[in-house]
Each structure stands twice: as structure tokens, then as C-alpha cells.
């Protein structure tokens, strides 16, 4: 069985910036792929960034992409997220995923067989 824990969010004005941490235990972490999801209130749970089992290739939501930069260490068994320039439209909760089954990760939810709880990431403007 896979356990995520997320850490790292907080509060944080426009403009700042966060890393978002996920470490992970049980399962062999080095052959999965794992995303980012968000889900800010009111909205249903979208995708933010996926990367690959080595690390070699990585996505991201167009909403993202050239401010967040997903990573992985699995020396460390951990992925992480760091989020720059953050925007209010960023405050959601962060969720670490992890998919088992595939090289890439992909983009939607179903594809991810473990989940963590979640982190708060809150963006004054």
C-alpha cells in the first residue's frame, strides 16, 4: 500500500513563491509516475503538473506552465512542486498522485491509484 504525505503549503502573498513537498512510502516509488492535482473551492479537482518514473519528462496545465516546475528525487522518495510567481487563482488544496501502472504520468484523475491528503496553498493578492 502507497502513502502520500504533502507538506509545504501555507499563505503567501501575489508574486511569492512555495515548494510543495510529497513523500512516499510503501510501494516502489521509483517506478511510478506522479502528478500534482489542485482543487480550489467551489471547482472540481484539476490537474496541475505530472512527471515520469526517472524523471525525464514532465507536463503541466497551461495555467502553470512556465511558473511551476515539477521534480522528483528517488533516492529520496519524494516529488515536488515548486510554485513561483503565484497568482490568488493558484489558492486551491494541493494533492500528490501516484500512478502505478504507466511511464508518463498523465492528466486525469483516474489514471492515479494513490492520493494524498492534501495541502492548503493560500495566495493573498
Known amino acids: 500500500q502507497v502513502q502520500l504525505v504533502e507538506s509545504g503549503g501555507g499563505l503567501v502573498q501575489a508574486g511569492g513563491s512555495l515548494r510543495l513537498s510529497c513523500a512516499a512510502s510503501g510501494g516502489t516509488f521509483s517506478t511510478y509516475a506522479m502528478g500534482w492535482f489542485r482543487q480550489a473551492p467551489g471547482k472540481e479537482r484539476e490537474f496541475v503538473a505530472a512527471i515520469s518514473w526517472r524523471g525525464a519528462s514532465t507536463s503541466y496545465a497551461d495555467s502553470v506552465k512556465g511558473r511551476f516546475t515539477i521534480s522528483r528525487d528517488n533516492a529520496k522518495n519524494a516529488v515536488y512542486l515548486q510554485m513561483n510567481s503565484l497568482k490568488p487563482e493558484d489558492t486551491a488544496v494541493y494533492y500528490c498522485?501516484?500512478?502505478?501502472?504507466?511511464?508518463?504520468?498523465?492528466?486525469?484523475?483516474?489514471?492515479?491509484?494513490?492520493w494524498g491528503q492534501g495541502t492548503q496553498v493560500t495566495v493573498s493578492s
Open positions: 498522485a501516484a500512478d502505478p501502472k504507466r511511464v508518463r504520468g498523465g492528466v486525469r484523475e483516474e489514471e492515479y491509484g494513490y
